[in-house]
Nanobody, 124 residues
């Protein structure tokens, strides 16, 4: 089992920055990919960014060039640096993890088994 706890959300003006953190615990050595997802008013969770154990990253087109995903393996912490924030970035942000290997880092929520409780980001 893997436990994930997000932090770092808040309210910010457009053009500002936030850094989200996700503290992981449990059997983290078995995890192949870590990801950040967000859910606004709609029913779907959108894949924002993910990173594999090899450090390869993947970003959605909507955040490419503005968001950066990284992981501190020693601290078992996943980060999402969000710059140039826009009102449309407002959502509940979740970190997630999966033990399954894929040819490319996955941004589909359905393949992730472990989820945090989420942290709210509001951009005005």
């Amino acid at each position: 089992q893997v436990q994930l706890v997000e932090s770092g959300g808040g309210s910010v003006q457009g053009g500002g920055s936030l850094r989200l953190s996700c503290q992981a615990s449990g059997d983290t050595a078995s995890i192949k990919y870590w990801g950040w997802f967000r859910q606004g008013t709609g029913p779907e969770r959108e894949g924002v960014a993910c990173i594999g154990r090899d450090g390869i990253t993947m970003y959605s087109d909507s955040v490419k060039g503005r968001f950066t995903i990284s992981k501190d393996n020693a601290m078992n912490t996943l980060y999402l640096q969000m710059d140039s924030l826009k009102p449309e970035d407002s959502a509940m942000y979740y970190c997630a993890a999966t033990r399954t290997w894929y040819w490319t880092p996955p941004l589909q929520a359905a393949v992730y088994s472990y989820w945090g409780q989420g942290t709210q980001v509001t951009v005005s």
